[in-house]
Each structure stands twice: as structure tokens, then as C-alpha cells.
RNA sequence: GGUCGCAUAGCUCAGUUGGUUAGAGCGUUCGAUUCACAUUCGAAAGGUCCCAGGUUCGAAUCCUGGUGCGACCACCA
């Protein structure tokens, strides 16, 4: 016998030890059936499962449980991401407590000291995922950095430089001076801060007065090639052709005509500063002006910046503005809100400046493309359906930023990640022009092809975290090896994941599958929302309004928390999560227990060791409203997770067990035409219904289920039982059942005793005489007449329906003051519905123009409501 | 600046291709302890489906405009 109440963690990793060890979460290349892929977006070795990895690990077992049960070949793929920068920064955090730095340590230390983060957190990361009851295939799991998923790497890399996609070139880059590292465009984060803006005095040469300019950022003053003004605008264009005489540096820049000038920004002039600003660098290129970096790596004024070498760049503006003070050229400052980028993984400001750096070629038509460029293919694939994004609006998101795409800085000045397969030579003076052009190979070349030097430096960059991940779906399955895998198991069939990077990864892989391996990397796109806290702001640590999974899963079991996670919610929407509707879900964890336990309880005594065959002669009213349910649900549960609607086939599902099978079923179970093989029948089905959401709950009840062989997880999904079922009359029952309890609960009647009921059944008599028992026990009837027809009785609670009276008497019971009101009001509403349907059917239109069944039901309705109108109202009058 | 989303019961949310009286959970109120389950059971109250137009016989649902929130994108100093 099962104890009373669910306690989820006696059975949850015992019972996920058995699977895995079982091998039940393996798939393999199976012609014979069909496929269904999803490749995990790998977690980041970084940390600890979130409730964002709840979510999606949530999600994604309920799709490949269905598809396993549907019998599909059904493939999960588990992995984790080196996440680059983000590793970096947190073992430097732990090196800082140490008073160390990586500089300090050397790169192999350093790396060294990474690696052995990596190794411990990955474990953490492996175990949570396991803990969600994530029926994926451990034997593949997968990591960035293994060798051969940096094969894959280093082989697009090459590929695409030898394509002419990877290039080298001299750009404005966004750059965070705290990772000192550049970072592609969609990792800065604009957030809007209240600055200044700072109007500049800048004399020009050989005359009295100047121009004045304004910024946001004065410091940069110090790299100004130019001042440029609109031609069009009339107070500058006398200027144009002149000489500035730049303060602080006393450099002399020219004064230049360029129309990007907006005329009303600002004082109309503007300070062009090539190497920090993307506009001014494009300007700059324009008038092929000098470009002067002014600041390092970390954020310090370089030589170039004359006094101000040494500073920190915020130091460098404080200073910059009081010499200016000083010489009284600062005119003005104005307070403005502008958007400034931020790093996205360690929010410092970023800063935009010119580097050598390793860029993708977004637009470049190639051969191997159809002489289509990346982001036309990326683009096409979209567009065509190929891949289909769920919910449909987030296409349109995708599409409009892929067109708006810039070529993707691949380089990071980072250690920690793929190193750039790429070698200079740094010859011995032997060298030829030639040699200053990058040698890159899938290996470390031996010498120098042009001068034979082995005197080679490979390129200190790594790899975008992303270049790599967006290879996942195929080079987890052996790629570049044409591997019997990857012909079976991809394309993928689903790509899970949260909205927030549909830009960083979605997009990436559809861009280097594409490009690649000349395919689309998954079928269908399924993006869940957000999990935020009741109040709808983001959960974070800071706030302190996080939940903890982990801990949520101590608490309440697993199965509570992926219902919570799941039921209620819509792709693509955010979900608010708090401790109360876990425990609803727990409650109900606890519920199918117990419904089970009582089956279970009346199969052991009916002495029912295996499966029964249901007698289709020997089913009772309620054994067939049931099963006609049962059919229902399966259809609807079936088709849901067809078309991924997840959370309502959850909220079906919930309400099949707790309202329809626990409240209704059962409870008439317990009367003389309990049917054990019908009860065995429909929790056995409810078990497999509810298994992909609810894994562990219901594989622990369904070893107890007699005649239960293998694992649930492995059992065929249901289809429904073919015959016809016809639940009218426990429907018919239910209704009065429920009528009559709540004419006894509105006049107060004594729940603990039994009252006589009758009923005037008219034409449903047959039917109703059928359930009589049912009626009696579970409305708490002592004596119920039944006939067709009859007087209107004396004093009593009355209402009707499906046409039938329902009187209890109240005279000398209770007082009839309250029915007389309660019945009143009851009269009234349906006089206005019945004013409501006639003033419709008046209408012409409606009449002829609505569908002749519409029209009909109305009419029906209009009569027999005004029958129920007219009895009530007699009854009425008996008060 | 551009794009998108949301607005339904006190709270959190569902709502199928437009069709009687708009649903659930939580919370609230009233009641129940011989029951598989108090992690329970029965009953109830609670709604101008944000506002204004429009399409339609009929709108929570479709269209237009507005208001209020929110998100994303963006190299205007």
C-alpha cells in the first residue's frame, strides 16, 4: 500500500538512476522510425541551474517524452557551453580575491586555473539538469571545447576565410575596457544615463572667434582630426577650408563640409574623432583624415593624449573639462539623456574604438551559397518557412534584425575559448612583403610559406562564444564527419529556448548551418518567455526575489515545479512565478497519489493482479461517461502537444484528473457498480498522459499498477479506445446533483443530514430513474421521488434543469424567507435572458443571416426557458 | 528614432476558425472531519473583457485611433 501523502523526494533520483542506467534516455540511428531531434541549448559551465534552465528543460522533456511515446526515435542531446567571456570574468573574480590577475599568472596558468573551475561547476550544471527528470542522452553529451567540436570550429573558420567571409580588417569596435576584449554589436546593452552634454570653444586659426562644439564624451577631444559642419548650413560654411587650432593639444585640424551633419543637433558643428566614434571614423575615411587612438586596452589615455597620458578615461574628462574651465572655453553644460552602450557581462561602459579585429562578412555573395550572401540565405530560410518560429510574431523580430545585420566581429581579446586558427610570421629579416599576410590553417603551419621562417606567432584572439555555439546542432553530431548520425538525426526537429537569444544564438546557427553544411539547423523555433517574480520584474539576486529551483524542487518535487512552470503559460510570453502556485501543483502531485492509491486500493481487494479486460456489455452509465471523457481528452492532449500548446494540454489535463476522474468518477465509484477494470483502464491512461509533464509521479505509480511492465517513459502514448461511449446520463445527473447541493448549501440545510428531493423528470424520467442511487448518495438524498410530473409542491427550494423540477421541501425545516429571495432573483435572470434571445431573434438580420443551427438553438431556448419561467414563478407564488 | 507585445474576477493567467449566461488556480465568504487525499470535500460571491469608433445579424476575439504598461532593436554627436 502507497503511503498517504506523495513525498517526492524518496522517489525522484532513485527513480531517474533507473532510466539512465537502463539506458532508457538513448537513442540511436533507427530507419525504421522516424526522428525527432532536439540538440539542448547547452547551459554555460559558469554556474548553477536557473529558473530560465528550468523552463526550458521543462519544456523541452514534455516534447521529446510525447514524441518517444508517439514513437518517434527520440533524440535530446545534453551539453554545455565554455560561455567565453563569461568564464573569464568569474574565474577572474576568484583570482582578484586572491590578489592575483591573469596577466600576472600567464595564459597557460591561467587557463589551467579555468579548466579546473569548469570541471567542478560543469558537474553541478550535469546534476541539476538531472534533477529536472531531463530524459536526455547522457552518452552524447557535448562541450563547446571538446577536441572535436573545436575541430568543427577551426574547419568553418578556414572554410570561410578561404571563401573571403572571415577577414581582417582595421574597424571601429565595440570595446569593454574592463574585459578588454571587443564584443559583437548585439553584446552591448544601450542603456540611457543622465549625462551632460559639453559645448566646446574651439578657436580657428587666424581669427577672432571660433566654433563651438558639443559632446558627450570631451575626453576624446583629444584624438579631434577634423571639425566638420553641414555645407548646407549658412553659419558654418564660410568656415569650411579653414583651421582649428585644437585646445589642450594645440594640433591643427581642418574644418571640413560633410552632409551627415545634422544642422540642428547639437551647436550644428561637430568634433570628428575617427578612432572613437563609428560616424566620425566614416567621416574621417570620407576626407581620409588621420585617426588618433587615444586610449589602451583598459581604458587609459595612450601617448597620444600629450598631459593627459596615464589617466583613466573618466579622470581624463574631469581633467579635460577643468583646463577647459580654466582657459574659459567651456561655453556650456547642458543635461542630456542619451543611450550609452554597456558590456552585457560586466556592464562596463563601452567604448567605441578603432582595432584590427577579425570580421564575418554578412553581405558577401558566395558560390557555395547560390551566390547568395549569409544574411540572404539566414533571411530565405525564414522567409520560406524551412524554419517555422513559435509564436509566428517573433519571425518578423528575426527577420528585421538579420536584415539590419553589420559584418559580426568574431575576434575577443579573451584567453579563455577558441583560439584563432591563424599564424604570422615574424621572420628573421629574411622576410618578404608577402609575409605580412595571416596564415591560416586547420594546424599550426611548420614554417612560413613565404620566407621559411619558423619563426610564427599565432594570433592571441579567441573566438566569439557564440562562433562556436552556433555550430551545435551539428557538431554534436560528429561534423565535419559525414557521421550516420548526422545524416539521421538532423536537421533538428525543435530549437528550445528563451526569446532573450533569438539574436546571440538562434540566429547564429541558422547563419553557420546554412553556410555550412548547406542545411537549416532545426525545423521549428519554439521561444518561452521570461520567468519573472509575481510583481513581473526580473528575478535577480540583487533584488532578492529569486526562487531557487533547486530549492523548489527540495520542497515541492519536481513534477510540482515543471507543472507550475508550464500550465497557464503561452509561447513567447513571460511567466510569473511564485511559491503558492508550486504548492497548487504540489497539491496536485498529491492528488493523483491519492486518486491512485485508492484504485490501486480496490484492484488489490477485487484481487486484480494484471490488466482486465473491460467488458463493453458490463459498462455502467458512469463507466461510460468516463471513458467517452477519457476518448476526449486524449484527442485534445494528443493534438495539443502536436501543435506544442503546451500549457493549455497541461490545464486539460489537470482538470481531467482533479474535476472529471477524482470529484466525479471516483466518488460515484464508490457506489454498487464499481468497476474495477474501468478504473484500472482510465488511470492507467492518466498515467500516460500526464507522464511527459509529470514524470516522476507518475513512472513511481504506474511500477505499482498491476500487469505494469518496463518503464512508463518507454510506453506507447494513448490513442483513444475505439467504440462509442455515451455519458448523457451521468451528465444529466451531474447536473441535478449539482442542483440540488446547491439549493440545500443557499437554504442552509444541515450538510450532516439526508433530505427528501423530487424530482418532476418528464421526459428524462427513464434516465434519471437509471442513476437513482448515485443521486441519492452523492446529493445526500434520504428519500427521492421520482415521476413524470406532477402538483406543485408546498414550501419548497425549487429550480430546474434540462426541463426537469427539482423540489426539496423547506416547511418546518428551515425558514422559507430565504428560497422565496434566492428564487426571485433566479426568476429574474431568466426573464432577462429570455428578453436577451428574443430581442435577437426580432432582429432580421440574425434570422437570416446566422447559421440555421444557431437560429434554431435560440428558439429552442426561448421556450424552453419560458417553461422554466412560468413553473418557477408558480412555485413562487407558493410563499 | 524603429519594431513588437500586453491590457479579461482582488491576484496570476487561459480563452480554439467571431455564436446562448466569458473560464481556471490562488485569495475571499459560508459550510463539512467515520470518506483515497485537510496537500481534502461541497457551495457561493466576484467581470463595463482599458477607452472611442468601425466591420458584422452577432465582437473579449477582426479593423482604425487613443490611453496605460512592458520588451526588443538603433553608430545622431
Known amino acids: ?60 522533456d514534455i516534447m521529446i517524452r510525447h514524441r518517444r511515446m508517439k514513437g518517434y526515435e527520440a533524440l535530446w542531446i545534453p551539453g554545455t557551453d565554455h560561455a567565453a567571456i563569461a568564464t573569464q570574468n568569474k574565474v577572474e573574480k576568484i583570482l582578484a580575491g586572491e590578489g592575483m590577475t591573469r596577466e600576472k599568472l600567464g595564459r597557460e596558468l591561467f587557463l589551467s586555473r579555468v579548466r579546473e573551475f569548469v570541471a567542478n561547476s560543469k558537474d553541478t550544471i550535469r546534476n541539476q539538469i538531472r534533477k529536472m527528470g531531463s530524459s536526455c542522452d547522457w552518452s552524447r553529451e557535448r562541450y563547446t571545447l571538446d577536441e572535436d567540436l573545436s575541430e568543427a570550429v577551426t574547419e568553418i573558420f578556414v572554410k570561410m576565410y578561404e ?33 551632460n552634454f559639453y559645448h566646446i570653444l574651439y578657436p580657428v586659426k587666424g581669427e577672432k572667434e571660433g566654433l563651438v562644439v558639443a559632446t558627450t564624451r570631451p575626453e576624446t577631444m583629444l584624438g579631434d582630426t577634423a571639425v566638420a559642419v553641414n555645407p548646407k548650413d549658412k553659419r558654418y560654411k564660410k568656415y569650411i577650408g579653414k583651421t582649428i587650432l585644437l585646445p589642450l593639444t594645440n594640433r591643427e585640424i581642418p574644418i571640413i563640409g560633410d552632409d551627415y551633419v545634422d544642422l540642428k543637433t547639437g551647436t550644428g558643428a561637430l568634433k570628428v574623432t575617427p578612432a572613437h566614434d563609428p560616424n566620425d571614423f566614416e567621416i574621417g575615411k570620407r576626407h581620409k583624415l588621420a585617426t588618433i587612438r587615444i586610449m ?9 593624449g600629450g598631459a593627459y597620458k596615464g589617466l583613466d578615461r573618466f579622470t581624463a574628462r574631469e581633467k579635460v573639462l577643468e583646463d577647459l574651465k580654466t582657459k574659459e572655453l567651456l561655453i556650456k553644460i547642458e543635461p542630456l539623456k542619451h543611450n550609452v552602450g554597456h558590456c552585457y557581462r560586466c556592464s562596463a561602459m563601452i567604448e567605441p574604438l578603432t582595432s584590427d579585429q577579425w570580421f564575418i562578412d554578412v553581405n558577401k555573395k558566395v558560390a557555395k551559397l547560390g551566390g547568395k ?37 568574431i575576434s575577443r ?116 518567455g521570461l520567468v519573472r517574480a509575481r510583481d513581473g520584474k ?12 533547486i530549492e523548489m524542487i527540495a520542497k515541492y518535487g519536481t513534477d510540482a515545479l515543471r507543472m507550475s512552470m508550464v500550465v497557464g503559460t503561452t509561447p513567447g510570453n513571460d511567466v510569473r512565478l511564485y511559491e503558492e502556485k508550486i504548492e497548487g501543483f504540489r497539491n496536485f502531485t498529491n492528488k493523483l497519489w491519492n486518486a491512485s492509491r485508492f484504485v490501486l486500493s480496490i484492484l488489490e481487494e477485487k484481487g486484480i493482479k494484471a490488466k482486465t479486460k473491460i467488458d463493453p456489455k458490463k459498462l455502467s452509465d458512469a463507466d461510460q461517461w468516463i471513458l467517452a471523457k477519457l476518448n476526449d481528452t486524449i484527442k485534445k492532449a494528443d493534438k495539443g502537444l502536436d501543435k506544442y500548446n503546451i500549457g493549455e494540454t497541461g490545464q486539460l489535463l489537470y482538470d481531467f484528473l482533479w474535476n472529471d476522474f477524482c470529484d466525479w468518477y471516483l466518488e460515484l465509484s464508490k457506489g454498487e457498480k464499481q468497476n474495477p477494470a474501468v478504473l484500472h483502464f482510465v488511470l492507467k491512461n492518466i498515467l500516460h498522459l500526464l507522464h511527459p509533464f509529470m514524470p516522476f509521479v507518475t513512472e513511481e505509480i504506474w511500477s505499482h499498477l498491476p500487469g505494469s511492465q518496463g518503464f512508463l517513459m518507454l510506453q506507447n502514448y494513448p490513442t483513444p479506445i475505439k467504440g462509442k461511449f455515451d455519458g448523457g446520463t451521468i451528465q444529466l445527473g451531474i ?145
Not at 168 to 195: F, K, M, Q
Not at 296 to 304: K, P, Q, T, Y
Not at 376 to 395: A, N
Open 163 to 195: 571563401d573571403g567571409l572571415v577577414y581582417r580588417g582595421y574597424r571601429i569596435v565595440n570595446w569593454c575596457p574592463r574585459c578588454e576584449s571587443t564584443l559583437a554589436n548585439d553584446e552591448v546593452e544601450h542603456e540611457e544615463i543622465e549625462g
Open 735 to 879: 447536473e441535478l446533483i449539482g442542483k440540488i447541493r446547491y439549493l440545500r448549501a443557499e437554504n442552509k440545510l444541515d450538510p450532516a443530514k439526508k433530505t427528501p428531493v423530487t424530482i418532476y423528470a418528464h421526459a428524462n424520467l427513464g434516465n434519471v430513474e437509471k442513476i437513482r442511487p448515485e443521486i441519492i448518495r452523492l446529493a445526500r438524498v434520504s428519500e427521492l421521488t421520482l415521476v413524470e410530473s406532477g402538483e406543485k409542491l408546498s414550501k419548497a427550494a425549487t429550480t430546474m434543469v434540462e426541463g426537469m423540477e427539482i423540489f426539496i421541501p423547506l416547511e418546518g425545516i428551515v425558514d422559507t424567507a430565504k428560497e422565496k429571495i434566492r428564487l426571485g432573483k433566479e426568476i429574474e435572470s431568466i426573464h432577462a435572458q429570455i428578453k436577451g434571445m428574443k430581442a435577437r431573434l426580432d432582429n432580421p438580420g440574425f434570422v437570416k443571416n446566422a447559421p440555421p443551427a444557431v437560429v434554431a438553438k435560440d428558439r429552442a431556448s426561448v421556450l424552453e426557458n419560458e417553461e422554466k419561467l412560468e413553473k418557477l414563478k408558480a412555485q413562487w407564488a407558493q410563499f
Open 413 to 528: 581579446q579573451i584567453w579563455w575559448g577558441h583560439r584563432i586558427p591563424v599564424w604570422y610570421c615574424v621572420g628573421d629579416g629574411a622576410c618578404k612583403p608577402e609575409c605580412k599576410n595571416p596564415i591560416v590553417g586547420k594546424t599550426a603551419p611548420r614554417q612560413c610559406p613565404h620566407c621559411g621562417s619558423k619563426q610564427l606567432r599565432q594570433d592571441e584572439d579567441t573566438l566569439d562564444t557564440w562562433f562556436s555555439s552556433g555550430l551545435w546542432t551539428f557538431s554534436t553530431l560528429g561534423w565535419p564527419k559525414q557521421t550516420e548520425d548526422l545524416k539521421y538525426f538532423h536537421p533538428t526537429s525543435m530549437m528550445e529556448t528563451g526569446y532573450d537569444i533569438l539574436f546571440f544564438w538562434v540566429a547564429r546557427m541558422i547563419l553557420m548551418t546554412t553556410y555550412a553544411i548547406d542545411d537549416i539547423p532545426f525545423q521549428k523555433v519554439y521561444l518561452h
Open 296 to 304: 589602451d586596452g583598459a581604458g587609459r589615455i595612450n601617448e597620444h
Open 538 to 549: 526580473k528575478m535577480s539576486k540583487s533584488l532578492g526575489n529569486g526562487i531557487d529551483p
Open 1 to 60: 500500500m502507497l503511503p498517504p501523502a506523495y513525498d517526492a523526494k524518496q522517489y525522484e533520483d532513485a527513480i531517474y538512476k533507473k532510466w539512465e542506467s537502463a539506458g532508457a534516455f538513448k537513442a540511436k540511428v533507427n530507419p525504421a522510425k522516424k526522428p525527432f531531434t532536439i540538440a539542448m541549448p547547452p547551459p554555460n559551465v559558469t554556474g548553477t541551474l536557473h529558473l530560465g534552465h528550468a523552463v526550458m528543460l521543462a519544456l523541452e
Open 373 to 409: 550572401s549569409l544574411k540572404e540565405r539566414s533571411l530565405e530560410v525564414v522567409k520560406d518557412k524551412s524554419i517555422q518560429i513559435i509564436p509566428d510574431r517573433f519571425k518578423k523580430t528575426y527577420l528585421n534584425w538579420m536584415g539590419e545585420l553589420y559584418d559580426w566581429c
